[in-house]
């Protein structure tokens, strides 16, 4: 019998782990070329099928990328269910379409189903979110969610009131609010997760991010300055199409598009860092250390390919941010990862998840 | 092979081997024994995407995970136990596959904008009535005048002349439009002619001018008339969002930076239905001309005019793939 890499004893929760915290570092298997494969017959066979086979794409694309991230030697796994998805979609398709059709001739009819919608906004983000957490597991033990409609109902409708009131400034608290809900109440069987980060980190990642445009804006201004002598130099927008002015009008674009695009990748990298850097599970801690630097060149990088491509370097796109924001991302372990229980197992529908799937919702995870 | 076995109730892992039965049974050995017996029938194996993990999934809710794909999928062949989505999975694995895959989608994407959207938009806006139309013209003439147009200088006697040869265009014609000539000095956009959906016929002071005779003047008001008849812009507007709509489904599950990828070969595209429709009008024109006996060389004449009084090159050849009209050469030709 030779030895296996899992050990040569019955578990792997031998004493000799228990002594020092240590790391357990996430990683992922995947790679562009083969989701490229599995992309491209997913797009195929769904045009083929007319729509028919996105459900069974959408758990092919799920598995895959679930399936490639691994931690201590166990990968996640995705068991949404293509039939329960594709009812789901059609339900869902089935309350939009009459939304799209009556909006094009009666104004009255768009604010009742705007209004419809928003009420219902908290259940379909608390049985979206159910949804997608029971679907997902480690280790055979599923994950879970139990934040309350009443909850939602603040964090997603109450708060988002608050804005207009209080000229924006409520914003990164809405934000913070909302990360908290989705994650501080998502649970890995019977665990709770713990979730740490507070309002001022979030108030610190908007604050440099509008610093940022504030830079980049007086930077622009400058070089409008010295270029056409001031905004009132422009008198048509033809002039900027003038050649002997390229070199201020591309040093100019470059500088906006450059500034943009630094201060999206700071907000994204503060969130993801805030969102998971701090969260505990059990005595276990984890941390995440995405750069906004390189995040806003891996942005750059993918758009630009993508843009040379004509859309063939998505999957490999896709797989770089992944690749980058999981490599981020450690388990601080104190003790062992073994001691986690299952928690009992409940029905879910699908219609939740596949609502929010359909109107573009992303909840995160 | 080794694998790891999870009983479902917590996350210990249990180090175990695994045996697989030439009649589909399954056997799961720890280091105490066996564990566990089972077989294929009442246990479900995950489908295999990529080289991903995969997990034998026992019926009380136990797995085992297990790393060896290759030697899983031999068994599953020798036992005839493969599901139909792992005809899927060999599909997947083809390069050549995924290749001709590639092709195929773009030249079904390419068709089905090229030439299925616009005749689907054709056929429906025959569906939609004309008092669309209507409403899509009203405000252009007043944001027209406001940014673009100045009031006409032509002289009275000229502009009846022109609106009698117009009357005789729009009489033949029974398309449910409210057809309408209006005079304008061209101002920022010279010599020009426009049509509104809704009917109503721009045509500028500087165009006049330009034109050396009544016959031009009527050649160029029929092309309008045919873009209005055609319902060029109703058309346009369904192709558009249309368009938009299959590239938003083909590349739906794209990042947002994909909308601007979307778009550009979307551009082009509608640079050339522009110029199909030009050609429709021009047809119109031509048609129109040749049922009342005017030389149709007489549109030809008043285009090479149009080109040389813009700037282009005088013999017909200035073009680009952006272009929203054809060649001056190939509309003349007829």
């Known amino acids: 019998m030779e030895s296996n890499i899992y050990g040569t004893g019955a578990a792997t929760s031998s ?23 599995i992309w491209i017959v997913n797009l195929l066979l769904t045009i083929v099928t007319f729509g028919i086979y996105s459900a069974w794409a959408k758990v092919r694309r799920l598995r895959y990328f679930y399936g490639s991230t691994l931690l201590a030697g166990s990968s996640f796994e995705y068991h949404g269910e293509p039939l329960k998805i594709l009812k789901g979609r059609l339900i869902a398709m089935a309350l939009i379409i009459p939304y799209s059709i009556a909006s094009n001739f009666s104004a009255i009819l768009t604010i009742v189903f705007a209004l419809l919608f928003l009420i219902a906004l908290p259940f379909i983000v608390v049985t979206s979110r159910r949804f997608q957490t029971r679907m997902s597991s480690w280790r055979n033990i599923r994950f879970g969610f139990v934040g309350r409609y009443g909850q939602a109902t603040w964090v997603y409708l109450g708060l988002a009131v608050l804005i207009p009131l209080t000229l924006g400034l409520i914003i990164p608290y809405m934000i913070f609010a909302r990360q908290r809900f989705l994650l501080g109440q998502a649970k890995f069987g019977a665990t709770q997760v713990g979730f740490n980060a507070t309002p001022g980190r979030y108030y610190r990642i908007y604050l440099f991010a509008l610093l940022t445009l504030i830079g980049t804006v007086v930077v622009a201004g400058i070089i409008v300055a010295a270029a056409f002598g001031g905004l009132g130099g422009i008198e048509d927008p033809t002039m900027l199409m003038r050649g002997d002015r390229a070199a201020a009008i591309l040093l100019l674009a470059a500088v906006i598009v450059g500034g943009y695009l630094l201060a999206f990748s700071m907000i994204q990298a503060g969130l993801t860092n805030a969102a998971y850097g701090e969260l505990s599970l059990a005595g276990h801690e984890i941390k995440c250390d995405v750069s906004a630097v390189r995040l806003a060149g891996i942005y750059f990088t993918n758009a630009l390919f993508m843009l040379l491509t004509l859309g063939l370097f998505t999957p490999w796109a896709k797989v770089r941010l992944v690749r980058y924001q999981l490599e981020n991302m450690l388990v601080r372990v104190s003790g062992d990862l073994d001691q986690f229980m299952a928690e009992q197992q409940q029905q879910i529908s699908a219609t939740g998840e596949e609502v929010g799937d359909l109107l573009d919702m992303d909840f995160g995870l | ?125 025959i569906l939609i009535p004309t008092t669309v139309d209507e409403r899509l013209g ?54 020009n002619a426009l049509a509104l959906p809704s009917g109503i016929v721009i045509m500028t002071d500087e165009l006049v001018e330009l034109a050396e005779n009544r016959d031009q003047i009527v050649a160029v008001l029929a092309h309008e008339v045919g873009h209005v008849v055609h319902r060029h812009s109703l058309r346009s507007i369904v192709q558009s969002s249309a368009s938009a709509a299959v590239m938003a489904g083909v590349l739906g599950d794209m990042t947002s930076i994909s909308s601007l990828i979307a778009a550009a070969p979307t551009v082009l595209l509608q640079a050339k239905f522009s110029r199909e429709h030009e050609t429709e009008a021009d047809d119109f024109s031509y048609d129109w001309l040749r049922t009342h006996n005017i030389p149709t060389h007489h549109f030809g004449d008043l285009l090479k005019r149009l080109e040389e009084s813009h700037g282009g090159s005088g013999d017909g050849h200035s073009f680009s793939y952006f272009s929203s009209h054809p060649r001056t050469a190939e509309r003349i030709r007829k």
């Open chain 1, 15 to 37: 004493a000799a782990n228990t002594s020092a915290p240590r790391n357990e570092y996430f990683s992922f298997t995947g790679t562009g070329g083969e989701y490229f494969r």
């Open chain 2, 1 to 125: 092979m080794q694998a790891r076995y999870f009983d479902g109730k917590t996350s210990t892992a249990q180090a175990v081997e695994v045996v697989f039965l030439d009649d589909g049974g399954i056997q799961v050995t720890g280091s105490d024994g066996i564990i566990r017996t089972a077989r294929l029938a009442n246990t479900r194996v995950s489908e295999r995407v990529g080289n991903t993990q995969r997990r034998l999934h026992f019926n009380d809710g136990a797995i085992c995970e297990l790393n060896d794909n290759d030697t899983l999928d031999a068994w599953l062949t020798q036992i005839d136990g493969h599901s139909v989505e792992h005809r899927v999975f060999r599909l997947e694995r083809m390069w050549p596959f995924a290749i001709a895959a590639l092709f195929i989608t773009g030249l079904v994407t390419w068709l089905g904008i090229r030439y299925a959207v616009p005749a689907l938009a054709a056929r429906a806006a």
């Open chain 2, 138 to 191: 009203k405000e252009s003439l007043q944001i027209l005048d406001k940014g673009f147009l100045e009031p006409t200088k032509l002289p009275q006697a000229r502009q009846d002349e022109i609106r009698a040869d117009f009357a005789r265009i729009v009489s033949g014609v029974n398309s449910g439009h409210n057809y309408r000539l209006e005079f304008r000095g061209g101002g920022k956009i010279g010599a």
